[in-house]
């Protein structure tokens, strides 16, 4: 292995699990890497909250699922075992005052809504099929779907409220943006990249599928502690200056050089770093317009899963109040009952105006309404919002609105001199997660090696 003595070969930024990945890469390619971050941790936008009992809770990305191989792959090179989400009994639904039980994935509304929701979920997935993932720009009627939100085709589409509702519950969960703000060709691109809308909304076959023993943050820990004298912490990056040979990198008060850097700090966190030259135009247009996502987490802790009893899934669903979908999220051995819920979109924006109080009053109060009075008293509860932090302002991921990917999309993965991009936001597949952080860390590290082979 080479020594850790300046200049590097490569200095990574960012120590989520693209850096990670790209870190781990460059290692086993035998290059002299150093990996920046501004946290005092690793993991990024996922983020396991370990209690002193041993039980534990992911603030950030959780799930894993089919066709995740990269993110699989790694979990296995680093022993991370998974187990299944539980999803056993009936779903719940609230909507207009009523709670309603059902099973399997077809909730019980009016037939009219039902055929209209169903329609438009096939559409979307048969027009997500003709996009070009690599180039989404040459999609065929690119310019057409880059004109509209997707709220826009929604409403084109559906013409029952309650099917726009219910579609738009899953759209925010998706996204953990109000479908006004997202570009319709990026909808359709999301879709794709992540095989289609099912796959996206489902546990069983979907992205939902699985969770990690130990939480999601385990194997970004325990890559780390492979290159541990290789991360710099609590290093924002300020500044990247290139000049001749050499990228000279400067964070805090320090001074670092290398041949090459890849970026994996979120594009629009990108606005915050002084880059010398200053980037071209249209890379600097285009992290102006990618916004982050926003999106709370809020955890009930009981001591058991008591909604299993009723023969409930933990799901629920519903278009009124602050949480609108939720999840059973317990650990594998059901020794606690873990239930979370999460706001989106816009009424995770609203959410951010309230007292902590206010926050945990509503939060219960929605898990009361689709679980019942024994809701009301959990262990411990907690929220969390990744738009409170400041190396990430926002989740899931940086978005397009309409109009980006047509006008600027060709800069998203192109390098600017000896400075590569990765980050989930550059996958092409499973853009979005953890596993298109993984993917774009391959990829920043096999450009990097072609350029210097
Ligand atoms: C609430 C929530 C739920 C999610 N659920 C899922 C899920 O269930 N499954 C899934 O697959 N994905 C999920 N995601 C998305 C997933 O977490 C992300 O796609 C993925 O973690 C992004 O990894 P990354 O390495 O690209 O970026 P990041 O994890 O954001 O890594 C970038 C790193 O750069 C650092 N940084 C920022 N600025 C600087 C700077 N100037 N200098 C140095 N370092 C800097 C940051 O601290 C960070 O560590 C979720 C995300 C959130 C927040």
Redesign the pocket.
Known sequence: MSEATPPYDVIV???????LTATHELRKAEKNVLL????ERV????WTKRFDDGSYVDL?????GPTQDRLYALAREFSVETFRTFDEGKSTQFFRGQVKRYKGLIPPLPIGALLSLDAAIKKMNKLSKTVNLAEPWKTPNAALFDSMTLATWMNQQMRFDVARQFFKIAAEAIWAADPAEISMLHALFYTKSGRDLDTLMNIKNG?QEERFVGGAQTTADRMAATFWDRIVFN???KAIVQEGELVTVI?GTKTYQAKRVIV???PT?QN??NFQPLLPTQRAQLIQRMPMGS?W?CYAIYEKPFWREQGLNGLAATPDGHITVTFDNSPKDGSQGVMMGFVLGNQAKEFSGLSDEDRKLSALHSFATFFGQEALKPVRYLDHS?MDEE??RG???GLMGPGVWTTLGTTLRQPVGQIHWA??ETSDIWN??????VR?GERAVKECMMYDA
């Open positions: 930024i960012g120590a989520g699990y693209a850096g920046l971050e501004a946290r993991g990024g936008r996922v950030g990305g959780t799930w894993v992205a290093a924002p990056v964070a994996t700090v979120p966190l915050r770093i999106v987490k990744f190396w990430s989740c899931y991921a980050g989930t979005g997660y953890i596993d298109g952080a774009s």
